[in-house]
């Protein structure tokens, strides 16, 4: 048996070292391709999302100005019509009319020729802007700029704010000072806020950095810190820096790019308040909620009444659920499907319930346009009935 357990992990092995070497010899511009399809309906969500506002600012005006001048056209043809019906247009003599403006210019050359001259420089200037509206626009733009642009453009970094990591602090990882350290060898976790800023080794790795900013992001926040203690000390710091980049230049390798990253420097952000802060105020408990217990060999028809508090992640939520409790009873009621007998008694199918009930809340304020989440669920009473 050991041996067939050894041959199972020696052709595991091979297929992984065929997998990476075929990574290796993949040109660089595929995985890129692949990341840029990957995330294209991220990116083209965020666009829509940011000139959304713009669009329909546009849209507004454009319907505004359409009407504005519509009317006003409107007005001066309805004028016209009415002077071309009216009796003393009847009475008038056209060649009079016709031979007006003629006259007007015969008898006021200067007021002409400076109409003349006026409508020609408009007309060229308008021209002249027209043709050249984009080098003005790039100019007007760049003069709005501040005077220190320049140089941030040319700089090599990336940054991400206030970055959360979960940590642990133990008697395993050199334990912690004060409140944060672990009794009886126990470890602890907290959170960890960072602002992390990665040079590149130059621009074209950071135009590299940028594109695959989504996977960079996400493999920061799945990096294990060998933190020993908060606040963060200078030697530890430094230490989670350079395996940081270490990880992060081994993961970029994995995928063919070798070394994008040069440095990175981490700045810890003090917590502003405790996790605990007027959590009070957002808990709700919930009473007598029954869910069906699927049985199949029996008809009896047997219950779980149980009731359970809820975290939610603002104030408002908690209101919405207390003015609607028995719109959010039945919803319970007709969503979650019957349970096995075995899911109330085992922890494992406790936490299958807590996640069901989590999910149908959520779904719940999201059906009726609440903005917020419940982050927790807790469980205070369960009976079998």
């Not at 040109?27 to 940011?50: C, E, G, N, R």
């Not at 991400?160 to 990591?165: E, G, L």
């Not at 940081?244 to 981490?266: C, V, W, Y």
């Not at 009930?357 to 079998?384: C, R, T």
């Amino acid at each position: 048996m050991n041996f067939l357990i050894k041959i199972e992990e020696a052709i595991n092995r091979f297929i992984e070292s065929l997998l990476e070497n075929l990574k290796a010899v993949t040109p660089d511009f595929l995985f890129q391709f692949i990341a840029f399809v990957v995330h294209l309906p991220a990116l083209i969500k965020s666009k829509i999302q940011i000139y959304k506002p713009k669009i329909r600012l546009l849209g507004l005006k454009f319907i505004g100005y359409t009407e504005h001048y519509t009317t006003m056209i409107r007005g001066t043809l309805m004028s016209v019509l009415m002077y071309l019906r009216s009796e003393e247009f009847k009475k008038a003599d056209k060649t009079t009319l016709l031979l007006k403006p003629i006259r007007y210019v015969k008898f006021h050359p200067l007021k002409a020729l400076s109409g003349l001259f006026t409508l020609m420089i408009l007309t060229g200037a308008a021209t002249i802007i027209f043709e050249n509206a984009e080098k003005i626009a790039l100019g007007a733009y760049a003069l709005r700029k501040p005077a220190s642009s320049g140089i941030a453009e040319e700089d090599v970094y990336i940054e991400f704010k206030n970055h959360k990591f979960e940590v642990k602090i133990g008697a395993a990882g050199g334990g912690g000072h004060g409140g944060h350290g672990a009794e009886g060898g126990e470890a602890h976790e907290y959170e960890l806020f960072l602002d992390v800023r990665i040079e590149a080794q130059n621009p074209h790795d950071k135009e590299f950095l940028e594109r695959m900013e989504e996977m960079l992001d996400d493999n920061i926040e799945a990096l294990e810190l060998p933190v020993t203690q908060l606040p963060l000390t200078v030697e530890n710091q430094r230490q989670i820096e350079e395996a940081m980049t270490k990880s992060l230049n081994e993961d970029f390798k994995q995928i063919g790019r070798a070394h994008p990253i040069k440095d990175i420097k981490l700045k810890q952000i003090p917590p502003s308040r405790p996790l605990y802060y007027r959590q009070a105020e957002r808990m709700i408990s919930i009473a007598d909620i029954n869910l069906q217990i699927f049985l199949e060999d029996t008809h009896r028809n047997r219950q779980v009444w149980l009731d359970f508090s809820v975290l939610a992640s603002n104030r408002n939520v908690i209101i919405y659920l207390k003015d609607h409790e028995v719109e959010l009873k039945d919803h319970l009621t007709t969503n979650v499907e019957p349970v096995i007998p075995q899911l109330p008694v085992e922890e494992e199918g406790r936490l299958i319930i807590k996640d069901k009930l989590k999910s149908e809340l959520n779904q719940f304020l999201e059906k009726n346009g609440i903005e917020g989440k419940i982050l927790e669920i807790y469980i205070d009473y369960l009976m079998v009935s």
